[in-house]
T-cell receptor, first 115, second 116 residues
Framework: EDKVVQSPLSLVVHEGDTVTLNCSYE??????LLWYKQEKKAPTFLFML????IEKKSGRLSSILDKKELSSILNITATQTGDSAIYLCAVRGWAGGTSYGKLTFGQGTILTVHP | NAGVTQTPKFRVLKTGQSMTLLCAQD?????MYWYRQDPGMGLRLIHY???????AKGEVPDGYNVSRLKKQNFLLGLESAAPSQTSVYFC???????????????FGQGTRLTVV
């Protein structure tokens, strides 16, 4: 059974702070790890990581995968109130047959950024 | 650009009633998923489909059934609703190609279901 654990579960910071969100996973035949941001409604895609050690970056957000440690981090620098959201981590593996494509999510980290 | 569309957006059911949630995608994606989201639990996979006519169970399939008769539609059914099925339901879709691997999942806007 695939498993994804995120930490911390919630985080409160002030504008301008830097935050690091963690994601650990157990999956058969790892294929990819994905990060999503969820505000009021549907999750929106941030990054997909498949290779260890290669940082993906988009503005103030960046993420990196460590396949040896079975983990990933999502960094947000110079946080703004608009970064307040639930951040979700998901992994895709393959245990054979129809499990290909199955995407398993963690519990999410609730980030609150105060002005 | 419709993407993934879920209907209805809100629904209140009485215990024991049945209903069907409809998910439609216009991106020609093979893979479709149904998740439920409860506070502190992230997204939990109910059922998924890797193509027209095929479905598979996820983490929390009990009390739900699904069908994928057409590639663009994925239906989630509750035969006899229970208060424990009060949740927000999300549908998603994705595709895979030989050259580029599997894409991210694209989500619908969610259905808020309350069972009283």
């Amino acid at each position: 059974e695939d498993k994804v654990v995120q930490s911390p579960l919630s985080l409160v910071v002030h504008e301008g702070d830097t935050v690091t969100l963690n994601c650990s996973y157990e999956v058969t035949n790892f294929r990819s790890l994905l990060w999503y941001k969820q505000e009021k409604k549907a999750p929106t895609f941030l990054f997909m990581l498949t290779s260890s050690g290669i940082e993906k970056k988009s503005g103030r957000l960046s993420s990196i995968l460590d396949k040896k440690e079975l983990s990933s981090i999502l960094n947000i620098t110079a946080t703004q109130t608009g970064d307040s959201a639930i951040y979700l981590c998901a992994v895709r593996g393959w245990a054979g047959g129809t499990s290909y494509g199955k995407l398993t999510f963690g519990q999410g980290t609730i980030l609150t950024v105060h002005p | 650009n419709a993407g993934v569309t879920q209907t209805p957006k809100f629904r209140v059911l009485k215990t024991g009633q049945s209903m069907t949630l409809l998910c439609a995608q216009d991106m020609n994606h093979e893979y479709m998923y149904w998740y439920r989201q409860d506070p502190g639990m992230g997204l939990r996979l109910i059922h998924y489909s890797v193509g027209e006519g095929t479905t598979a169970k996820g983490e929390v399939p009990d009390g739900y059934n699904v069908s994928r008769l057409k590639k663009q539609n994925f239906l989630l059914g509750l035969e006899s609703a229970a208060p424990s099925q009060t949740s927000v339901y999300f549908c998603a879709s994705s595709y895979s190609s030989r050259g580029n691997g599997h894409t991210e999942a694209f989500f619908g806007q969610g259905t808020r279901l309350t069972v009283v």
